[in-house]
């Protein structure tokens, strides 16, 4: 199985200044030019929100202050400035291979 | 609007068995690969299983293989978990998802094993 390993656990942040999380898996997600890696934002009482596939390609309807990067065992999640309604915990996922796999979570909070 | 609508859910008697169920609307629910994913109370998401378009491939994360069963319904746009054998460790919220990428979520239907 793939693991898949986030850093931190929690962050805070203040309002504006960016944000970074780090999600690292235990063996390559890069086969045909494509990283099969996703990031996922959840918030309490609502279903995970996808916010970026391909590791970088960004859904219909999310910020652009969310950008996702990395490659081959190595992905980081930015916010490039924080906003209130950005609270929430952040997972990734790694969908190259059953069984799919998603990291622990990191909590992003306010400071 | 894509939609996924997941019922079903309850509370059941350790040993005991439930059915559930995701309605799919505004896509081409028979064109896609389906999943159930699951968050347990305090912890991280966990995936469940998939199933393909024509459900003729099914893949299960092994600690529930052979208690649970995904299963499709292509002519009423509708997938299904069948749960069986429930243990206190199966209680979560659990969500229907579109795809290997989960790209469409439903909002999840809670299932509690308790006596």
């Known amino acids: 199985d793939i693991v898949m390993t986030q850093s931190p656990d929690s962050l805070a942040v203040s309002l504006g200044e960016r944000a970074t999380i780090n999600c690292k898996s235990s063996q390559s997600l890069l086969s045909n030019n494509k990283n099969y890696l996703g990031w996922f934002q959840r918030k309490p009482g609502q279903p995970p929100k996808p916010l970026i596939y391909w590791a970088s390609s960004r859904n219909s309807g999310v910020p652009d202050r969310f950008s996702g990067s990395g490659s081959g065992t190595d992905f980081t999640l930015t916010i490039s400035s924080l906003q209130a309604e950005d609270v929430a915990v952040y997972y990734c996922?790694?969908?190259?291979?059953?069984?799919?796999?998603f990291g622990q979570g990191t909590r992003l909070e306010i400071k | 609007e894509a939609l996924l609508v997941e019922s079903g859910g309850g509370l059941v008697q350790p040993g005991g068995s439930l059915r559930l169920s995701c309605a799919a609307s505004g896509f081409t629910f028979s064109s896609n690969w389906m999943a159930w994913v699951r968050q347990a109370p305090g912890k991280g998401l966990e995936w469940v299983a998939n199933i393909n378009h024509d459900g003729s491939e099914e893949y299960y994360v092994d600690s529930l293989k052979g208690r649970f069963t995904i299963s499709r319904d292509n002519a009423k746009n509708t997938l299904y978990l069948q749960m069986n054998g429930l243990r206190a460790e199966d209680t979560a919220v659990y969500h229907c998802?579109?795809?290997?990428?989960?790209?469409?979520w439903g909002q999840g239907t809670q299932v509690t094993v308790s006596s």
């Open positions: 996922q790694q969908y190259y291979s059953t069984p799919i796999t």
């Open positions: 998802a579109r795809g290997f990428a989960t790209d469409l």
